[in-house]
């Protein structure tokens, strides 16, 4: 299955900052994801990444707060923009192949 | 309702123990159904699609009741290094992307 790698790993950053994660898949995926988990909870998806295209947002969450690109078959960013504290959560993106579902490692965010 | 609903645990059995998890979904034209494993403080990884006819990898079986709109995961001989939240995941109609349920957190003891 496809393997991603995902940074940065974790980050400490000040509130009304902008933070942009980055997702690189080894392979070429139709899919991609971008999820949220916050302590304790499970995933809640964000948006569906759409290569060259905007991407769609789930109820509650929107691109000017999450602007997400997708310029090829293999990557993927999310941007937080204007972060609070309300934001500290770790951040996934995930890639769909022929095997299912794969999640890079995460990205450990806090806002202070 | 919850799209995917799971029942959160924690369970807590004794190393060997046979343990089942129960998982229902709301969309009936759901078609794909998967269970994963979250340890602490990693990313989920897949354990097993489920399918149809029920299927079974080793000490785990998972199975599908599309009447009812319940997926199980049945572990058999449970080992310490089965600890861990197990994910029930389904697919959102007929698009690709993913649902997944609350977890449920599983901790075997020696």
């Known amino acids: 299955s496809a393997v991603i790698s995902q940074k940065p790993s974790r980050d400490i950053c000040q509130r009304g900052t902008s933070l942009t994660i980055q997702c690189q898949v080894d392979?070429?995926?139709?899919?991609m994801f971008w999820y949220r988990q916050q302590p304790g909870q499970s995933l809640t998806l964000i948006a569906t990444a759409n290569q060259g295209s905007e991407a769609t947002y789930e109820s509650g969450f929107v691109i000017d707060k999450f602007p997400i690109s997708r310029p090829n078959l293999t990557f993927s960013t999310l941007t937080v923009s204007n972060m609070s504290p309300e934001d500290s959560s770790i951040y996934l993106c995930?890639?769909?192949?022929?095997?299912?579902?794969?999640f890079g490692s995460g990205t450990r965010l806090t806002v202070v | 309702r919850k799209e995917v609903e799971q029942d959160p645990g924690p369970f807590n059995v004794p190393e060997g123990a046979t343990v089942a998890f129960n998982c229902t979904y709301s969309n009936s034209a759901s078609q794909s159904f998967f269970w994963y494993r979250q340890d602490c403080r990693k990313e989920p990884k897949l354990l097993m699609s489920?399918?149809?006819s029920g299927n079974e990898d080793g000490r785990f079986t998972a199975q599908l009741n599309r009447a009812s709109q319940y997926i199980s995961l049945l572990i058999r001989d449970s080992k310490l290094s089965d600890s861990a939240t197990y994910l029930c995941v389904v697919n959102k109609s007929s698009a690709s992307k993913i649902i997944f349920g609350s977890g449920t957190r599983l901790s075997i003891r020696p």
């Open positions: 489920v399918y149809s």
């Open positions: 995930s890639a769909r192949d022929l095997y299912g579902y794969t």
């Open positions: 392979s070429q995926v139709t899919m």
